[in-house]
């Protein structure tokens, strides 16, 4: 474990770490951890809101500890979702948390965490899962949008919350979830359907050539790919960014 009092990214400390001549080579996941992001950002590039109230870190995780197939690598996205809903849950439940493909995390409908997955080639190849959850953030100071869709785990359970309790039960989760994930990727892979926020709404998916579709969202299937149904027939989505039509 890495622990980091403030940093820009600990995504790009993670990554500028592995890329180190002097890095050794990496055997085990490790764990990255910042009192305080001064520079977060989530998919795209977007600027990720936090403060000392934030949980941000990173899991690092060697290539042998995740599924043989490549292809199945984007699913880590996925499984930390569940994971951080399961440690949610735990925390203040009883109340449901649900996953927004492809890697936000709704509770009350607010946005309370973000994943970001990104793979690392090189002598030390890893996947990187940057996790920012909202336990106890203020978002006084935050932007008017965003404090319209976004909420703190503290604000919606009415008490205060130490993110590193949070911390706490989502790492033995997050192990769970990965442990089921390599015995079987298809019934982790269900269970996030299951908590798919999406279902039955009809929703926007920009793909990443820009491609626009439309339709109403079918769930997450067992590849973990979002599944619309459209005017065209169904679709199948690996990557794209996505939003509910109101």
């Known amino acids: 474990m890495h622990w980091l009092d403030i940093i820009h990214s600990t995504n790009d400390w993670a990554s500028a770490r592995l890329r180190s001549v002097d890095h050794p080579a990496l055997r085990e996941p490790e764990l990255v951890v910042a009192g305080e992001q001064s520079a977060g950002r989530g998919r795209l590039g977007r600027p990720w809101h936090s403060d000392r109230g934030t949980l941000t870190a990173t899991f690092v995780l060697p290539t042998d500890h995740l599924q043989p197939d490549p292809q199945l690598w984007p699913q880590v996205a996925l499984v930390a979702g ?17 996953l927004k493909w492809p890697n936000d995390v709704l509770v009350d ?19 990187l899962v940057g996790i920012g959850v909202n336990v106890a953030t203020d978002f006084q100071n935050a932007p008017a949008e965003l404090q319209q869709r976004a ?9 205060p919350l130490d993110r590193w309790h949070y911390l706490h039960l989502l790492c033995g989760h997050f192990a769970d979830c990965l442990t089921q994930w390599r015995q079987s990727p298809i019934e982790a892979m269900r269970a996030c359907g299951r908590r798919c926020a999406l279902t039955g709404h009809q929703i926007q998916a920009v793909t990443g050539g820009g491609e626009i579709l439309q339709g109403v969202c079918q769930g997450i299937d067992d590849f973990g790919q979002l599944h619309l149904q459209t005017d065209r027939g169904e679709q199948r989505i690996r990557s794209a960014e996505v939003s509910r039509v109101r």
């Open 82 to 98: 569940l994971a951080v809903c399961q440690a949610i849950e735990e925390m203040i439940g009883p109340i449901r948390a649900s």
């Open 109 to 127: 409908h607010r946005k309370v965490a973000g994943v970001l997955s990104e793979y690392i080639s090189g002598s030390n190849p890893a996947v």
């Open 151 to 159: 909420g703190s785990l503290s604000a919606i359970s009415r008490r």
